[in-house]
């Protein structure tokens, strides 16, 4: 999709300016009017004028060390915009997705498609039970197989592409539901040796295997040295999608501040509090084009140039580049810190006691990145890129922290265990994250109305 809309883009005359970080937004009063950004490679400064900005950056998943997401998944557009002054919501709805690699240690966390259980992938314990079973949601129970046969038969008839009365197999729970079941087996130390469960297809025939997953067969066998046509993997949840971003309003993209667009993963609200697989990709196909538009109208609705100001360019400049300046820990440690208490006490299950931890060890964690110090200069230095991007990390952390406070409840991929169940009074709110005088300020606002016309569709 990506080399599509970038070939497309390149096509229609659009400049691409490739291995180009924005490190903030430029403001004229209220109204967003441009970017500074640097090379990666030489570490020069850019100045981009616009009369609007789309962020589309994606998610915050390295703020735990278990997890799906690439390097570049570090919440920028999430902490550019809060620091310009616009509305995060949903920031306690973060998707563990169950299966992840975890062994060995530097492949751990990357994603295992939900296709091989599609395929008829068992989850069984160490003691070889298929615990899936237990953790059906009472009011679900009756949509899913209640034998193994029954899930072989569903298997074996959607493979074959005909219709069948048989049920699905009790693995294709949702992801908050799976994930949480396979975190308490190993809590409860019915793990495997490295701690995960076993996803086992080796039963299913190898050859059907090979056509429909290649791409696990090759990860496993080039990566673990695991054949999953004869041996079970080895998985566990690995953090993997920020539901939580952003406000942007669905028909323009347009965030709570002026000249400010988003679309995307870096955007809230868009799935509720857990993603259905497959829904990141239309919704990006959809809300883009919107976010686009609605950025475009906005310029021609303004069309005078947004003014520049030095003193905030400078400011920028001298932020980037303070890690050379003073002395501290190297970024790569506080990073590892951070993503231990992200892990610890933000993790897949919550409660009071563990998020009120999390989040005074957070608080001491970002002053540890105020001081983190690289070596070297500014042509191509990940450390470098890297004590930037924990500033933005460290907004995510702490928004997802305090609004994980605020919400006591259980609602999707949102866990605490001190208030199980959903509350039908919070199924109305979102959690609001802004930027104040006094820190970052969480409350509770009103979900927007359902426009008449959508309405409509659900009657
Ligand atoms: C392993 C994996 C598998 C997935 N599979 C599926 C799937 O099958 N179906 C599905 O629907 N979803 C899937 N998802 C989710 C989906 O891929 C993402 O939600 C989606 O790609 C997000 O798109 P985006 O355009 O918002 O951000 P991204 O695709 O993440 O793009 C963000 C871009 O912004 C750039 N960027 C970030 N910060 C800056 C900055 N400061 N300056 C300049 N540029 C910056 C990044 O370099 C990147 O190019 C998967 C996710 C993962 C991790």
Known sequence: ???????????????????????????????????????????????????????????????????????????????????????????????????????????????????????????????????????????????????????????????????????????????????????????????????????????????????????????????????????????????????????????????????????????????GANRLGGNSLSDLVVFGRRAGMGAADFAKQNAQWPSVNEDEIQNHVHRAIAPFERSGEDPYAVHSALQDVMGKYVGIFRNERDLEEGLRQLLSVRQRIENTHVEGSVLFNPGWHLARDLENLAVCAEATCRAALLRKESRGAHSRTDFPKEDAKLAKVNMSVKKSQEGMAVSATPCPQMPDELRKLFE
Not at 42 to 49: A, E, L
Not at 158 to 183: C, F, H, M, W
Not at 235 to 252: E, F, K, L, N, Q
């Open 1 to 271: 999709m990506i080399r599509t809309l970038q070939e497309r883009g390149v096509h229609q005359g659009i400049d691409v300016f490739m291995e180009c970080t924005v490190v903030g937004l430029l403001k004229d009063g209220d109204r967003v009017g441009g970017a500074i950004a640097y090379w990666r490679e030489t570490g020069r400064f850019v100045i981009f004028r616009a009369k609007a900005v789309v962020l589309a950056t994606g998610g915050y998943g390295k703020a735990w060390k278990v997890t799906s997401n690439s390097w570049e998944y570090t919440g920028d557009g999430h902490a550019l915009a809060y620091e310009a002054g616009a509305e995060l919501i949903d920031m306690e709805f973060f998707q563990f997705h169950p299966t992840g690699m975890i062994w060995p240690p530097g492949v751990m966390g990357i994603l295992i498609t939900e296709a091989v259980r599609g395929e008829g992938g068992v989850l069984t314990n160490s003691k070889g039970e298929r615990f899936m079973w237990k953790y059906l949601p009472d009011n679900k129970r009756k949509e899913f197989a209640e034998t193994p046969e029954e899930s072989q038969k569903w298997v074996d008839m959607v493979v074959a592409g005909k219709q069948t009365d048989a049920r699905r197999p009790p693995e294709l729970s949702t992801r908050d539901n799976v994930a949480r079941a396979i975190y308490t087996e190993v809590k409860e130390g019915r793990g495997t040796p490295h701690g995960g469960v076993w996803l086992d297809i080796s039963f299913q025939d190898s050859d059907r295997v090979k056509k429909k997953l290649p791409s696990m067969y090759h990860q496993f066998k080039d990566l673990a040295d695991v054949d999953i046509t004869k041996q079970p993997m080895e998985v566990g949840p690995t953090a993997h999608y920020a539901m939580g971003g952003i406000r942007a309003d669905p028909d323009s993209g347009a965030s709570t501040v002026p000249g400010l667009f988003a679309a995307g993963e870096c955007t809230g609200g868009m799935h």
